[in-house]
């Protein structure tokens, strides 16, 4: 299926060309600089002018630490010109363990200055970072923690800086230098920001980090010495965009996020988006494919915040009918943790794009037999714009690499052919839904029928291990089950944004049989279980959703994912960041004025569930451990303006 249109576009595919690519945009985003961000948002703008892509732009968003796009504060700017560490032994010779001119990673982003000639202190190793308890004023801090967890209580403690051998879990066996990319006074946030402290964090291998700890328990006194040339300043941090112009007004995006130290994270990601759109737009011009109805828009993002910015400043998801991001694709299988996967749309944005995603993915990695994916749930990055208040159907191809924000993440590691396979998946997925008619919906809508049969026999076989098991409910399994078969009818029905209104009656009718055969086989595995339950016939017992949360219905007023941003940290009243909460993505993403929050948290946890279905207090707990209940939670959102009712 499709081959028609992949068979054009295979050949026109370079993979050397976008690894060149990836390669030109990680040598200077390995800096991560905002100077450096803004060269390589002008290269890119400039590739996709060369491929003929109208529009081509850099789009400058503020970096001043103050604006608000969505719930997220936007981040300062920063620049360093000159960073080193030197670690001085009892002798008084000075050892230079740290040089960012040789590992940019070495210094931490955000990190701010020294005085001119430097400072030079004692180092003392820290066991508990984020609670110390000796007096440190005047001290280097050595600790193997994450820096930005342990900034803002080292600082109050009276430190001169930060020396750390952190490296993230997966990494563990790597020799690397972590990339610390967040630096902000909140342990729950992000970027540094207006009125957050200030100071210098350096960075160091972990084989060297332990022969540093072997020589302070043997009592050795050293002292650092740190030379930090920097600046933090308001200006402005880029995003770049251009357009394959359609016949009409709607619109398919290509999105990623540039910007970041590595290549797999995320330069080879760009790449392959710059590589499929130059191929569609040369196709197009030789009339090898006809122009779309929708146009397809390339956007690389700073990830999540201009993202934010330029949504909510164009206002063009409202005519933005689906997406496909591209966060961290391809990398090398030495490395994988997990490889290649297709993470699907959140359950309240069910769509037609999962199932032809994963068709697409299978007919073309099927000439690298050997390349290792898969698909799985919702996770958040780029494809934020998937969030109900955005409204656009994005699935993401993703993987997650042991180098992930290391120095390790280097170009070398990006696996060249599979970076041209990965590009013609981007291209004829965007331009089959930039093309699509009223017969191509119908397609999709088969094609998400029949995926969204074998979702759930894979999520019947689960739910029998369970009962097999002893550790299912059966109520809970069967309305599980029900619960799954009713997105899956919203995926075959999302077809229908693909129509003009004058012309979706038309396609209905066709699409109730699809409908009904999935009801039917979701009422059927339900059956299934109860019959291996030894209860024949029975019927699940429908869930009370009464008490106070059923007259509470939430009409969100923020758009996008929550960060609590725009509180002060006195208005939070100790409230963690939801920033990368699934549980609040997913409550909230069900709340449309109309259903209940009794009905959003029902919902969201049937999405969410794994061995059982959680209650609303026990989801309110996961997005704050201190919450009594998910309406006091609500409450609190909606007197700081996030939801109505």
């Not at 700890?213 to 995003?239: D, F, N, W």
């Not at 069910?350 to 799985?376: K, R």
């Not at 996961?622 to 009594?628: G, K």
Request: charged share 20%; net charge neutral.
């Amino acid at each position: 299926m499709f081959k028609d249109l992949l068979s054009p576009i295979s050949p026109e595919v370079s993979s050397h060309r976008a690894f060149d690519d990836a390669r030109s945009i990680q040598a200077f985003d390995r800096h991560f600089t905002f100077t450096a961000f803004h060269q390589s948002a002008h290269y890119s703008a400039e590739r996709l002018r060369e491929a003929g892509l109208r529009e081509a732009e850099v789009v400058e968003a503020p970096a001043d630490g103050a604006s608000v796009f969505g719930d997220w504060r936007m981040p300062l700017a920063w620049e360093v010109d000159e960073a080193h560490f030197d670690l001085i032994g009892r002798d008084g010779v000075a050892q230079r363990i740290a040089d960012r001119a040789e590992v940019p990673q070495c210094l931490a982003m955000w990190s701010g200055p020294t005085p001119p000639e430097g400072v030079e202190a004692e180092i003392v190793f820290v066991e508990n970072a984020a609670e110390p308890g000796q007096d440190l004023r005047g001290k280097i801090a050595f600790i193997s923690s994450h820096p930005h967890l342990a900034k803002k209580a080292l600082a109050d403690k009276g430190v001169v800086g930060i020396l750390s051998d952190f490296l993230h879990a997966s990494a563990k066996g790597l020799d690397a230098t972590a990339w610390i990319n967040s630096f902000s006074d909140d342990r729950g946030g992000w970027a540094l920001l207006a009125g957050d402290t200030q100071g210098w964090a350096f960075n160091i291998p972990p084989s060297l980090g332990e022969r540093l700890r072997q020589r302070l328990a043997a009592g050795e006194k050293l002292r650092g010495r740190a030379v930090v040339r920097s600046r933090i300043y308001e200006g402005t941090v880029p995003a770049i965009t251009g357009v394959i112009p359609g016949s009409g007004k709607e619109e398919v995006v290509l999105i990623g996020h540039q910007f970041e130290a590595g290549a797999i994270d995320n330069a080879g990601g760009v790449a392959i988006m710059m590589e499929a759109v130059r191929v569609l737009q040369q196709l197009i011009s030789q009339g090898k494919l006809p122009q779309p109805a929708r146009s397809i828009r390339a956007l690389f993002v700073s990830e999540c915040y201009s993202n934010l910015y330029f949504w909510q400043r164009t206002r063009r998801h409202r005519r933005t009918v689906a997406g496909l991001c591209l966060d961290s694709p391809v990398g090398s299988l030495d490395y994988a943790i997990r490889p290649m996967e297709l993470h699907a749309n959140p359950h309240a944005q069910m769509s037609y794009t999962d199932a032809l995603l994963g068709h697409l993915t299978a007919q073309v990695m099927a000439a690298d037999p050997l390349q290792a994916w898969g698909e799985t749930g919702f996770a958040m990055t780029d494809n934020l714009i998937a969030d109900t208040s955005i409204g656009i159907p994005c699935p993401w191809v993703g993987g997650h690499s042991r180098t992930w924000h290391t120095s390790a993440d280097t170009p070398d590691l990006l696996p060249v052919p599979v970076m041209g396979l990965v590009a013609q998946i981007t291209a004829a997925y965007a331009y089959l839904i930039a093309a699509a008619d009223r017969q191509r919906a119908l397609d999709l809508a088969y094609l998400a029928a029949a995926r969204g049969q074998q979702a759930l026999a894979a999520a019947a076989v689960g739910e029998l291990e369970r009962i097999v098991a002893g550790s299912a409910d059966l109520d809970d399994s069967m309305s599980q089950m029900l619960y799954l078969a009713e997105r899956q009818v919203e995926a075959v029905a999302s077809v229908l944004r693909l129509t003009p209104a004058s012309e979706r009656a038309r396609l209905r009718p066709q699409l109730r049989p699809l409908a009904r055969e999935l009801r039917r086989a979701g009422r059927e595995q339900a059956a299934a279980l109860a019959r291996r339950a030894g209860r024949p016939g029975y019927t699940p017992t429908p869930p009370a959703l009464e008490g106070e949360l059923s007259d509470i219905r939430p009409r969100r007023l923020v758009l996008g994912p929550l960060g609590l941003d725009r509180l002060t940290p006195e208005q939070r009243g100790g409230r963690p960041s939801p920033r990368w909460s699934g549980v609040l993505f997913s409550v909230l993403n069900w709340c449309n004025g109309k259903r209940s929050l009794a009905e959003a948290c029902h919902l969201a946890a049937r999405e969410l569930r794994q061995d059982r279905t959680l209650s609303p207090s026990e989801l309110a707990r996961q997005i704050d451990p201190n919450c009594s209940s998910m309406g006091d939670y609500f409450e609190f959102l909606r007197q700081h303006g996030y939801v109505a009712w």
